[in-house]
Each structure stands twice: as C-alpha cells, then as structure tokens.
C-alpha cells in the first residue's frame, strides 16, 4: 500500500523545516514543474509542492492546483511515499482524494503557537493577525475532523526529537533508502 504524510500548522510552526529534515541527505532523483511541482527521491518518496526561499511546498502553488494535484494522485510516478506540507492542499476535498486514491493518510499537525510567532518575527514576516488565526482554526478543525488520522507534534521540540516521533510506516518509509 502506497502512503501519504500530510504537515499541517500555523504560518511559522515549522512545517518547511520538518519537511526539509526529512528528505536531507536523500538524493533527488528528478524534479518536476508541471502539471504539478513535485519531487522524487531515491528512497521512493515523492514530495509535491514547488521550493522557493520562503513558502515553498504546496504554498507555493497556484490558487487552483486542487484538480491537478487530485489527478496527480494517479501518477503511475508516485511512489511508495507522498508527502506535502501546507496549506493550498490542506483540505478535506484533497485529503479525501487522497484516501480514495488508495492511499494511507498521516496528517502530522505540527502545534505551538509560540514559537511560530518567534520564528515569524525572527524572519521578519507580517502577517495580518487575523488571517494567522485563521489558519490555526483551520488546522484545529482538520485535527478534530481527522482525529484517528492526526499525530500532533509539539513545535518546541528540537527537529532530532521531531524525526523520532515518526512513527511507522512513515518513518520506515522515508529511512528505508
């Protein structure tokens, strides 16, 4: 069975970094733009999502990438692992998909709003206060929506101690390379 592990939290909690920790040191066997950004690796993981300086995974997609994503969902390309983080695809339409694509879904919810708001102003990033809450209500409601589906992590933690708390099959499948 192919999995699926979705990072989802505030603006600032860390989703990028996790997601950087859990690739670093695997080799990228082939980057693609179109119709979907998204990446392979050796280890058999495929990460959707484009890279930029800031914002990059599935933040860093257009508006209206949902029906692209969706079908690319079917991707004889996909492999073992998909994984994304973010916001653009961090919905029940997608998630759903997902699921009815055959895949096993983790939702990691990264949680601390503290310290997304250190790292925000460490960066220098202003976001308007009302959309930032808005995003933490819409991470709380895929958390009470997709309960049995959601790990929570602790944000404060240390990136090591975040790695640890993966729990099989996702941390079998991204060390099996």
Not at 44 to 61: H, K, N, Y
Not at 109 to 125: I, P, S
Not at 129 to 157: C, F, H, I, Y
Request: contains cysteine; proline residues 5%; hydrophobic residues 45%.
């Amino acid at each position: 069975m192919k999995h699926a592990l979705y990072i989802v939290g505030e603006p600032g909690v860390g989703k990028s970094t996790l997601a950087s920790a859990i690739t670093a040191g695997t080799e990228v066997v082939m980057t693609c733009a179109k119709p979907l950004a998204h990446r392979h690796y050796r280890n058999r993981v495929t990460e959707l999502g484009a890279w930029r300086e800031s914002f990059s995974g599935t933040d860093a997609l257009g508006m209206a990438v949902q029906p692209v994503a969706v079908t690319f969902l079917h991707d004889p390309t996909c492999q073992d692992l998909l994984m994304a983080e973010g916001d653009r695809l961090a919905n029940d339409g997608f998630l759903n998909a997902v699921l009815a694509a055959g895949y096993d879904l983790t939702i990691l919810a990264l949680v601390g709003a503290r310290a997304a708001a250190r790292r925000r102003a460490a960066r220098g990033t202003a976001q308007d206060p009302k959309w930032v809450a808005g995003r933490q209500t819409k991470v709380a409601n895929l958390m009470e929506r997709w309960g049995s589906r959601v790990t929570v992590l602790d944000a404060t933690l240390p990136v090591p101690d975040l790695l640890r708390c993966l729990t099989d099959p996702v941390s079998t499948s991204f060390r099996s390379a």
